[in-house]
């Protein structure tokens, strides 16, 4: 099958199998190896990508499904003027540790600030609950969600001054 998906902002048409997970097509056809594949059940979410800004564990999603659609991957989140507040918290409080959760955790960080600027930490804590990260104890990525929600309000208010 033939399909048109917009990734990280580009569009790309592809001929597909009907049966391939849009993790592998993401990887495999495109070259993104920054979402990365897991467990393959959808238990772990280290595939966790944007679909229409919602984020979705990719190994569970057809590529298919994506067809006419926008995804978002984590390379996705750098923008014109640098890293992410989402990526500069990662780094600033130390909720890389090993990294192979980071990608999903990152895209799933985005699109809770995106719907709420200012998430408590039980909400931070709901947005990645089916995510599982082995090293950090969800401490540190928390604190990065926090330092990110802390930083783009202020970003936002030194530009609109």
């Not at 070259?31 to 897991?38: F, S």
């Not at 990526?87 to 995106?114: D, K």
Request: charged share 20%; glycine share 12%; aromatic share 4%.
């Amino acid at each position: 099958m033939q399909i048109t998906v917009t990734v990280n902002g580009e569009q790309y048409t592809r001929d597909v199998e009907p049966r391939l997970l849009l993790v592998h097509f993401l990887r495999n056809e495109l070259g993104l190896t920054g979402t990365h594949w897991g467990c393959d059940t959808s238990n772990c979410g280290v595939c966790t990508v944007s679909l229409d800004g919602v984020p979705v564990k990719s190994c569970t999603v057809l590529a298919v499904m994506a067809d006419g659609k926008t995804v978002g991957t984590v390379e996705g989140l750098e923008g014109p003027d640098g890293l992410d507040p989402v990526q500069q918290g990662f780094v600033q409080c130390h909720g890389l540790q090993c990294g192979f959760c980071t990608p999903g955790m990152m895209i799933t960080a985005r699109a809770l600030l995106n719907e709420n600027p200012d998430p408590s930490e039980q909400q931070i804590r709901e947005a990645i609950s089916g995510q599982l990260c082995r090293c950090t104890g969800y401490e540190n990525i928390v604190r990065s969600v926090r330092w990110a929600a802390e930083h783009q309000a202020q970003a936002k208010e030194g530009a609109d001054a």
